[in-house]
C-alpha cells in the first residue's frame, strides 16, 4: 500500500513537473509573443492594466467557457458517476494541465477520469470522448459555414480572395459532407452501438463502448447545445480582444474568420501549449486581409490563449495531487 502510494505520489510530481516546464518554456521562448515586444512578465502585466476592462471581461467569459465545460462533463458522467460541480470543475481544469505536454490534448482524459473514485476509467475516458465529439461537431458545423460564407461574400471583399474561389468550393463541399456524416454518427450511437454487440472482436470490449448507448438524443442535442454556447463565448472572447488591440472589424465578418481559424487549428496535430503559434499564423493570414494591423491580430492572438489555457493550466496544477493513479493504496 506505501509502495503504491508513493507511486502515485511520484506521478503527481512528475505531471505538475513538466506541465510547469511546458508553461514556462512557451511563455519564454515563444517568438509570437516577443514579436510583440513583450520581454518580460512586468510587460505583460503592464498591458494587461493598460487594457484591464476588456481584459477582465475575456478572463470572466473564461470561468463561464470552462463553467459550461463542467456542467457538460458532470452530466454525462452522472452515468456512471454522481459528482458535484465543483468536482467536475476542478477535473475540467487537472484534464487541461495534463494537455499542456501531450498531443492533442490526450492527456485531458487522464486529467479528469483519475479524479473519479468509483466509475470504470476506461467507460470515463470514452465518455469525455463523446463530450469532446460533440465540440468538434460544433466546430466542424460552424468551420463549414464559415468556408462558405467566406466564399460567397468575402470573394467580393478583397479581389485577391477570388483566386481562392475553386479550392474553398472543393473545401466547402468536403466539410458539407463530412459534416453530414458526423451529424448522422453522432445522433445514432445507440442503433450503431447496438448492431456491434454481435460482432466477435468487439465482444472484448463491448462492456465499454455500451457506455455509449446509455444517452438518448435528446440527451445528445443538450451536450450539443452546451458545446454551441462553448463555442460563441470563445468567438466572442477573441472579437472582444480584436478591437480591443485595434483590429477594427465587424462582428458578423470577424466571427466568421474565426470560425475558419478555430477548424483549422482542431483539424492539425499540435501539442496544446504549442498551439499559439499555428493560431498567431493563422490569424494573421485570415485577418490580414481586412485589417494591417498585424501587431493587433498577433496581441488579440497571444492573449486569448494565455487567458483560455495558461491560466487554467496553471489553476490546474493545484488539483494535481488530488489524483488518484491507483484506488486502493
Not at 64 to 87: C, G, M, T, V, Y
Not at 100 to 125: H, M
Not at 199 to 220: D, M, T
Not at 249 to 276: C, D, F, G, K, Q
Request: positive net charge.
Amino acid at each position: 500500500m506505501k509502495f503504491k502510494k508513493s507511486i502515485n505520489l511520484i506521478i503527481q510530481i512528475i505531471v505538475i513537473s513538466l506541465s510547469l516546464y511546458f508553461l514556462y518554456n512557451e511563455l519564454n521562448d515563444n517568438q509570437d509573443i516577443s514579436k510583440l515586444g513583450i520581454d518580460s512578465f512586468t510587460d505583460l502585466i503592464k498591458l494587461c492594466v493598460d487594457n484591464y476592462l476588456g481584459i477582465s471581461i475575456v478572463c470572466l467569459m473564461m470561468v463561464f467557457n470552462w463553467l459550461i465545460e463542467a456542467i457538460k462533463w458532470r452530466f454525462l458522467i452522472k452515468k456512471i458517476e454522481d459528482i458535484s460541480i465543483l468536482r467536475s470543475f476542478q477535473a475540467v481544469l487537472t484534464g487541461i494541465t495534463v494537455s499542456t505536454f501531450t498531443p492533442n490534448r490526450i492527456g485531458e482524459y487522464a486529467g479528469r477520469v483519475f479524479r473519479l473514485n468509483k466509475a470504470d476509467r476506461i467507460q470515463a475516458a470514452l465518455i469525455t470522448v463523446l463530450g469532446n465529439m460533440s465540440q468538434l461537431l460544433t466546430t466542424l458545423l460552424f468551420g463549414s459555414l464559415g468556408f462558405i460564407f467566406f466564399l460567397e461574400y468575402f470573394k467580393y471583399y478583397n479581389d485577391s480572395l477570388i483566386l481562392l474561389q475553386q479550392n474553398f468550393i472543393l473545401i466547402s463541399i468536403i466539410l458539407l459532407a463530412i459534416s453530414f456524416l458526423s451529424i448522422m454518427l453522432y445522433f445514432n450511437l445507440v442503433n450503431i452501438i447496438s448492431k456491434t454487440e454481435k460482432i466477435s472482436w468487439i465482444k472484448k470490449i463491448y462492456r465499454y463502448i455500451k457506455v455509449f448507448s446509455l444517452y438518448s438524443n435528446k440527451e445528445l442535442f443538450q451536450v450539443l447545445l452546451l458545446s454551441v454556447l462553448r463555442y460563441i463565448i470563445f468567438t466572442s472572447q477573441f472579437f472582444i480582444l480584436l478591437n480591443l488591440f485595434g483590429v477594427h472589424i465587424t462582428y458578423p465578418n470577424a466571427i466568421v474568420l474565426i470560425m475558419i481559424m478555430l477548424l483549422i487549428v482542431s483539424v492539425v496535430p499540435t501539442i496544446a501549449i504549442t498551439e499559439l503559434g499555428l493560431r498567431g499564423s493563422i490569424a494573421v493570414f485570415l485577418f490580414s486581409a481586412f485589417s494591417q494591423n498585424v501587431l493587433g491580430i498577433l496581441v488579440a492572438t497571444v492573449f486569448i490563449w494565455l487567458i483560455n489555457l495558461v491560466i487554467p493550466a496553471f489553476i490546474g496544477t493545484i488539483f494535481i495531487f488530488t489524483l488518484k493513479f491507483f484506488r486502493k493504496y
